[in-house]
């Protein structure tokens, strides 16, 4: 019975030194080692991987990113396979090399935007941002193709030629013809109006400007309309909706000069413009571009000559501003 006891006893020493040793052997191994993984890639081995994480996460990173400017993304059709070995002595892992035979298999998207005219691809630039500048650019310069114009969005396996901006408009803008109409047509010389006569509508300032010149007596004769300073090429909006009823060169003076007709004998004059971006006969809306600032007819330095008639009669366009 003693014996037995001692047996025992002797035993659960053992297999209790055992457990405590073979902790000991394993914390200690797992600390230095960590698990190895054997790569291959479309069935050939390539390697051995210290970091599996560590590698795919650069794996992914070129999938979307790829290394250079303009990619889309990289399309890798085979991923490498991983197989976990255990601690082999003396393996040697190559994860830099495993990563470049990887990447090595891809084939590189590039994303560009064309900006093309009637969908014919005209140039490309990198971004979204950069084509619709451009297109905006030439809205602004006021460009006959801006209709035709459109953005594309390109994944070529090629890299283009980018173009910059700058030259981007120039190379598309097309100049707009100045609309003279054929038969002249004539403006009736005005009357100045003193104090103020409801016109019975709102209007909006036709240009983003400063006065330069008021409605009144000017120079010894009298001045009919407000004079608002711009450079040759700023927009001229309609002050108020209604009808063209004048889109030309006028040889009194006024030089390329549009006039909207509002109803009940209610009138606005644009005159010494650049060009115009109307006709006689159109409609449009208050706040419409109607034509680009100039310096035409009898005008000295680049400004927009801005009337009100009502029952032709002019008055002081500050009143109804
Ligand atoms: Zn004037």
């Keep these: 019975m ?3 006891l001692m047996g025992l006893r002797t035993s659960i020493k053992a297999i209790s030194l055992f457990a405590v040793c073979s902790i ?3 914390t200690i191994v797992m600390s230095v080692y960590k698990p190895i993984y054997s790569v291959s890639l479309n069935g050939e081995m390539i390697g051995y991987c210290k970091d599996k994480a560590a590698l795919q996460s650069k794996i992914f990173n070129y999938i ?3 290394n250079e400017e303009n990619v ?3 399309d890798i059709s085979n991923m490498p396979e991983y197989k976990l070995c255990f601690l082999k002595r003396g393996i040697e892992t190559n994860d830099d090399e495993i990563y470049e035979k990887v990447i ?3 084939t590189t998207f590039y994303r560009y935007y064309a900006i093309a005219l009637d969908n014919e691809e005209k140039l490309y630039v990198a971004t979204f941002e950069e084509a619709e500048s ?7 310069k006021n460009s006959e193709n801006v209709e035709q114009l459109s953005i594309l969005q390109k994944n070529v396996t090629e890299k283009l030629e980018l173009t910059d901006k700058d030259t981007a408009i ?3 803008y097309k100049e707009k013809k100045v609309v003279v109409p054929k038969s002249g047509g004539s403006v009736q010389v005005a009357k100045m109006g003193s104090g103020y006569k409801d016109a019975g509508i709102t209007f909006k300032k036709p240009i983003t400007a400063t006065i330069t010149s008021r409605f009144g007596s000017r120079w010894g004769s009298n001045h009919k309309g407000l004079d608002f300073g711009a450079p040759t090429g700023t927009s001229i909006y309609a002050a108020a909706s209604g009808t063209v009823t004048y889109a030309g060169w006028n040889s009194g003076g006024f030089g390329y000069l549009v006039i909207i007709s509002h109803g009940n004998g209610v009138q606005t004059l644009y005159g010494h413009c650049s060009s115009i971006i109307t006709k006689v006969g159109a409609t449009v809306k208050q706040g419409d571009l109607i034509a680009k600032v100039g310096n035409t007819g009898r005008s000295f330095g680049s400004h927009l000559h801005f009337e009100v008639r009502i029952n032709n009669v002019s008055y002081n366009p500050e009143y109804y501003l």
């Design 72 to 74: 889309a993304f990289v």
């Design 170 to 172: 120039s190379n598309l």
């Design 2 to 4: 003693r014996k037995l």
């Design 104 to 106: 090595g298999t891809g």
């Design 64 to 66: 979307e990113n790829g």
């Design 134 to 140: 451009i297109v905006n650019g030439l809205k602004e």
């Design 24 to 26: 000991i052997i394993i």
